[in-house]
């Protein structure tokens, strides 16, 4: 069975650091796991994709954030963090990690999300 | 960006309707477009991929067809647990984005 579960603040002061981890078990990143990637949704708003690690710690990114984001992997603790420096009250929104295994990007199993207020 | 527009943002049913919802990407994505659920509080779940592909317990009334630009979810008989909102993705390439959400409502 495969579970997935993000950690982490649930406020961040606007210019911050914003630091997420991703839990998961029941895959490994390899070459069947193709990989991990964090989607975020303010509320009552729609879906966006932020970034993506590949199981060969490829990685890519939203051309959007992608000066502010970073994604790396701890593979002996089966971990995805999510880094997002300077946040702004506008990154308020449930953040989610997801895994694709069928195939690229397609995110067949997800985390419960994780809550994250930017305010002062 | 590959722009994802669904269409309608929200609609009204009942139970035992018929429902379809569109989604238009802004170029050709071929058949790398999903569909995902998700209720209120909950985290999205995979409904459909490669536009017709159900994952594993899916019930066969939802079903999805299309290609290249223009792709349509059908739900055949709408029952209690499907009001949700549904979106649109496409993994043709990165950034991968989704459409803006389609909710049904209780009519």
């Known amino acids: 069975q495969i579970t997935l579960k993000e950690s982490g603040p649930t406020l961040v002061k606007p210019t911050q650091t914003l630091t997420l981890t991703c839990t998961f078990s029941?895959?490994?990143?390899?070459?069947?796991?193709?990989?991990v990637g964090w989607i975020r949704q303010p509320p009552g708003k729609a879906l966006e994709w932020l970034a993506f690690?590949?199981?060969?710690?490829?990685?890519r990114y939203s051309p959007s954030l992608k000066s502010r984001l970073s994604i790396t992997r701890v593979s002996s603790r089966n971990q995805v963090v999510l880094t997002m420096t300077n946040v702004d009250p506008v990154d308020t929104a449930t953040y989610y990690c997801?895994?694709?295994?069928?195939?690229?990007?397609?995110?067949?199993?997800w985390g419960q999300g994780a809550l994250v207020t930017v305010s002062s | 960006d590959i722009q994802m527009t669904q269409s309608p943002s929200s609609l009204s049913a009942s139970v035992g309707d018929r429902v379809t919802i569109t989604c238009r990407a802004s170029q050709s994505i071929s058949n790398y477009l999903n569909w995902y659920q998700q209720k209120p509080g909950k985290a999205p779940k995979l409904l459909i991929y490669s536009v017709s592909t159900l994952p594993s317990g899916v019930p066969s009334r939802f079903s999805g067809s299309g290609s290249g630009t223009d792709f349509t979810l059908t739900i055949t008989s709408l029952q209690p647990e499907d009001f949700a909102t549904y979106y649109c993705?496409?993994?043709?390439?990165?950034?991968?984005?989704f459409g803006q959400g389609t909710k049904v409502e209780v009519k």
């Open positions: 997801a895994h694709s295994q069928l195939e690229l990007f397609l995110f067949d199993s």
């Open positions: 993705q496409h993994n043709y390439n990165t950034p991968s984005t």
């Open positions: 029941g895959f490994s990143l390899s070459p069947s796991g193709l990989g």
């Open positions: 690690i590949f199981w060969d710690d490829d990685r």
